[in-house]
């Protein structure tokens, strides 16, 4: 039972233009929700997150949206840039005594083309 | 200075066999953790330890035992090796309040294959 999906294996976005990376979760109990960046044979590095208090959360050129009632978040990305291309893994909370307990989405190749 | 570093990198082995995985943080950081990343991608926590102290553990086998000599160090040891045992194992650490604690920094992984 995966309570986190990210439904897109890949993603081809043409430099300059906008990335969109979705992601939805099933158990209602999350409410903290990340995003981490992975390049090959390196581990997941943190990019951005958001409480489920707030539904926008913006750094720099990255943003992420979360919709509560559709229990969907998304990271938009603009403008990508050739170095963004990774693989972009989803990951939720629920807080409590587990900190740092993160349950991941399988992760969406992200190709930026230069 | 590699802030979560994790040896080996790869690791090959024959079923049966028993093996190590040692994780080394010099962040500061009081807690570690041990992620598994499986053959369909998913990331899916295993243990995590707070100040050499046991807080979380995941449905692992008895097979996979966690050791943390000190709050720097977190080791993996698993015996008697299966075919399934094969994924990147990768360790991480945080620190702080619950929203740091969240922004987990990981090791570059060990992929463990058993033959």
């Known amino acids: 039972d995966q309570q986190v999906k990210q439904n897109s294996p890949s993603l081809s976005v043409q430099e300059g233009r906008i990335s969109i990376l979705n992601c939805d979760y099933t158990n209602s109990m999350f409410d903290y929700f990340l995003w981490y960046k992975k390049y090959p044979a390196e581990g997941p590095t943190f990019l951005i997150s958001i409480s489920s208090i707030k539904d926008k959360n913006e750094d720099g050129r990255f943003t992420v949206f979360l919709n509560k009632s559709a229990k969907h978040l998304s990271l938009h990305i603009v403008p990508s840039q050739p170095g963004d291309s990774a693989v972009y893994f989803c990951?939720?909370?629920?807080?409590?005594?587990?900190?740092?307990?993160?349950?991941f989405g399988q992760g969406t190749i992200l190709t930026v083309h230069p | 200075d590699t802030a979560v570093s994790q040896t080996p990198k790869y690791l090959v082995t024959q079923m049966g066999n028993d093996k190590s995985i040692k994780c080394e943080q010099n962040?500061?950081?009081?807690?570690m953790y041990w992620y598994k990343q499986d053959s369909k991608k998913f990331l899916k926590i295993m243990f995590s330890?707070?100040?050499?102290?046991?807080?979380i553990n995941e449905t692992v086998p008895n097979r996979f035992s966690p050791k943390s000599p000190d709050k720097a160090h977190l080791n993996l040891h698993i015996n008697s090796l299966e075919l399934g045992d094969s994924a990147v194992y990768f360790c991480?650490?945080?620190?702080?309040?619950?929203?740091?604690?969240?922004?987990?920094?990981f090791g570059s992984g060990t992929q463990l294959s058993v033959l």
């Open positions: 990951a939720a909370s629920a807080g409590g005594t587990s900190y740092g307990k993160l349950t």
């Open positions: 962040l500061g950081h009081d807690t």
């Open positions: 330890y707070n100040n050499k102290e046991l807080i």
């Open positions: 991480a650490s945080s620190q702080g309040d619950r929203a740091a604690n969240e922004k987990l920094f």
